[in-house]
């Protein structure tokens, strides 16, 4: 595994941290790591080889003249430099003088190819910035294409597999390694892959989460490492995928079921089931009549494999259903619950069209299951063990309306900003037992991974919070806030800017909090959103941005998303 790091200005050692955390997540293990700049001294002397023979010279030339000269396949005037002067330059390059910092060095290859990486390419330039690992040894730095050939042919590479993209500059790849005598190594190229609805470019991810329309580079709706490993895919789902695409050099757009259908393969023989009922209609109380006790069972947690593991289920006379559940139900139908029997459906109360109380006896010697409606329950029992447990659930959908968008369209006309949906439920106790980011299945529901157990005070709290300054936005204005949404009405720039500035901070103080606690939350979401719109009504006040002081530390927090489970 080696890093490329020969551009000072873009290296970091955060970023390396993370490339060893993804690969870590991958079970990749590399038989050594190495950095490009393990091999600086010995690019100087390959540069300062082909300067002495004279295939290649230092250009002083200004960058659009330089574009302009490629374009038009002209000459430059440096190109014709003796060694001599080449050197001189050379070592006023190395001192990052102002005489050398305005220099490049380009090999001479062939300025009327058809080819532009072929004519005449930059291969090194001046740097003045620290290097992470070299510090201020060096003031000049290869390019990535000087370095590319040289490094995998020092190293033993031998197959050097490449996207398309590179096609180009293969041939100034095995020029260079002609120039210098190296052995070459056999690029081998595949198309890059692509998928719909989302945005594969570094930079155009980076907007997503400095802007704050996702949660950070772990976001499920990111095709990001981490992104799609924490919404649930696994290693061998994702390996199955990749496998099945082959060495196409065709450029597809692949569909983001392919690879979910892939993981559900891998984790459906596996994945353990439980029961949650969605707490978004009230829940319906089924009273038995039988002279029953609370009791508890113990039922495999994988209807088809047994090797998953068993749970224990509470029963008693309260029973809770989901109300979908409920109104399909008649008063004398035999109805299955799962995991324990048939029960017969007594009386039917309702408040409207919303059931609010079932009676209903027991038939368990009824083993008659392939006509009965089958439903998913909880136990409303009284002991502590056995109480349900509040979860939430997020939903999530593509980060882009469009899947796939054409060269000249604006991709921000295609986001979409309402691609997480949270759903409140209630599970069965059982659940607390489910390791962190362990896929599983509600039963009749898809398939889980589980992000977080608790949600911290300070979230609840600011949940709170958040649900009643809600209230009062739909008390003024008639209608449910919005993320984005207009102010309920705007400050006069006379009086209004320091009052709004005290909301800033105070706000500002809350999103820090909730991001160093649980920076994942719909909670920190919904804040972030509000400090954006606070923002906004200052600059309407003031005529001028508003100017925070962050504290240091709290600019790149990221946590996994809480759920309350």
């Known amino acids: 595994m080696r890093f490329d790091d020969t551009n000072p200005a873009k290296e970091n050692a955060h970023f390396e941290h993370v490339i060893k955390e993804d690969l870590a997540m991958l079970n990749i293990v590399p038989d050594r790591w190495t950095h490009s700049s393990d091999h600086f001294e010995i690019l100087l002397t390959m540069c300062e080889k082909l300067l002495k023979e004279g295939k290649a010279f230092v250009d002083d030339t200004d960058t659009e003249t330089m574009r302009k000269e490629r374009e038009e396949r002209q000459d430059s005037r440096n190109r014709s430099n003796t060694p001599e002067k080449n050197l001189q330059l050379w070592e006023e390059m190395k001192k990052g003088s102002e005489r050398g910092l305005a220099c490049c060095v380009r090999i001479k290859i062939d300025m009327k190819s058809n080819n532009g990486a072929m004519r005449d390419p930059t291969i090194y330039r001046c740097k003045p910035e620290e290097h992470v690992r070299t510090g201020l040894k060096y003031k000049v730095y290869p390019t990535y294409d000087f370095t590319c050939p040289i490094v995998d042919s020092i190293e033993g590479v031998t197959h050097a597999l490449r996207t398309t993209e590179y096609h180009d500059r293969d041939d100034q790849y095995y020029f260079i390694c002609d120039a210098l005598e190296l052995r070459k190594p056999y690029i081998w190229e595949y198309a890059r892959l692509n998928m719909t609805n989302t945005v594969m470019s570094k930079r155009k991810l980076t907007w997503f989460v400095d802007e704050g329309h996702v949660e950070g580079w772990d976001d499920p709706r990111l095709p990001t490492v981490r992104g799609v490993m924490r919404r649930g895919l696994t290693v061998d789902g994702l390996k199955q995928f990749i496998v099945a695409q082959g060495g196409s050099r065709s450029v597809v757009m692949m569909e983001w079921d392919k690879i979910w259908a892939f993981n559900k393969k891998v984790i459906d023989p596996v994945a353990p089931r439980f029961t949650a009922l969605d707490t978004t209609s009230p829940l319906v109380s089924v009273e038995l009549v039988d002279n029953i006790t609370d009791d508890t069972s113990v039922v495999s947690l994988h209807p088809k494999n047994a090797e998953v593991g068993t749970k224990s289920i509470h029963k008693g006379k309260q029973l809770l259903l989901e109300q979908l559940d409920a109104a399909a139900l008649k008063e004398g139908e035999t109805v299955t619950f799962v995991n324990w029997g048939n029960i017969k459906i007594g009386k039917i109360e309702k408040k409207g069209t919303v059931i609010t109380k079932i009676t209903a006896s027991l038939q368990l010697d009824n083993t008659d299951y392939k006509k009965t409606t089958k439903v998913t329950w909880l136990g409303d029992v009284k002991s502590e063990e056995g109480k349900s447990i509040p979860v939430v659930t997020a939903e999530y959908d593509h980060i882009i309306s469009k899947a796939i968008i054409g060269k000249d369209e604006d991709w921000k006309q295609f986001i979409n900003f309402d691609s997480v949906h949270y759903t409140k439920m209630v599970g ?123 504290p240091k530390g709290n600019r790149t927090a990221t946590y996994p998303l809480a759920v309350d489970c």
Not at 461 to 490: F, M, Q, R
């Open 428 to 550: 069965e106790p059982a659940i607390r037992n489910v390791k962190k980011e362990t896929s599983f299945r509600f039963n009749v529901k898809d398939f889980i991974s589980l992000i977080n157990h608790t949600l911290k005070k300070a979230t609840k709290d600011a949940i709170a919070t958040l649900l009643e300054l809600k209230k009062k936005y739909k008390e003024s204005t008639g209608s449910d806030y919005k993320p984005g949404a207009p102010p309920v009405s705007a400050p006069s720039p006379a009086a209004g800017g320091a009052d709004i500035a005290q909301q800033i901070e105070a706000q500002g103080n809350l999103v820090r909090d909730l991001k160093a606690t649980d920076a994942k939350s719909q909670a920190t979401k919904d804040a972030i959103a509000k400090l954006l719109e606070l923002k906004k009504k200052y600059k309407e006040a003031t005529g001028s941005d508003y100017k925070p002081v962050l």
